[in-house]
């Protein structure tokens, strides 16, 4: 088997897991499924694995070994390539081919807040500060720095489960 590198490996992985991600987006906006917390959460499972795949298949590109480090890079690497793919047809999504989707999480917030019992003033005033966050641009570059933070958590935790070093040389 031919060496791979780390780009390798998370350009590949990352490019799998990104267009996965723009299906199960795809499938939860279709169905209205995105407003339900926990069947979006499930994405998470699928990125675990994907890192796991990843991982793996450079290790056994490598005689079975993969440095801490080396995993660290595969992991946040691929799960940036992901992000970015993924935020950019959520973008794309909400912006050009259901644009009722922003105003439906407006929606959400503001019965979120009835039920917290806030005042119609106190409502206003909290979408007007929310509203500088929600600009496509600003959604965007929070999905992809997200991603980008939980993929360094899954890499620093999946790298230290299936890391294996080379032994040291004897001389």
Do not use: C, R
Request: charge should be negative; proline fraction near 2%.
């Amino acid at each position: 088997m031919e060496k791979l590198t780390t780009s390798q490996v998370a350009l590949k992985w990352g490019a799998i897991l990104g267009v996965i991600s723009i299906v199960i987006t795809t499938v939860l906006y279709v169905t209205g499924l995105w407003k339900n917390t926990w069947i979006s959460s499930a994405s998470l499972v699928i990125g675990i694995v994907a890192l796991v795949l990843a991982m793996k298949e450079y290790k056994e590109a490598h005689q079975g070994f993969m440095s801490f480090g080396q995993g660290v890079t595969i992991g946040f690497t691929t799960m940036t390539i992901s992000g970015l793919l993924g935020a950019l047809y959520q973008t794309v999504y909400t912006q050009f081919i259901d644009t009722t989707i922003p105003e439906q999480i407006k929606d959400m917030q503001i019965e979120a807040f009835e039920k917290q019992g806030m005042s119609d003033e106190m409502i206003e005033q909290s979408l007007e500060s929310m509203s500088a966050f929600s600009s496509p641009g600003v959604t965007f570059l929070f999905a992809v720095l997200g991603s980008m933070f939980i993929g360094l958590i899954l890499a620093l935790i999946i790298s230290a489960v299936m890391k294996k070093n080379k032994p040291a040389m004897d001389f």
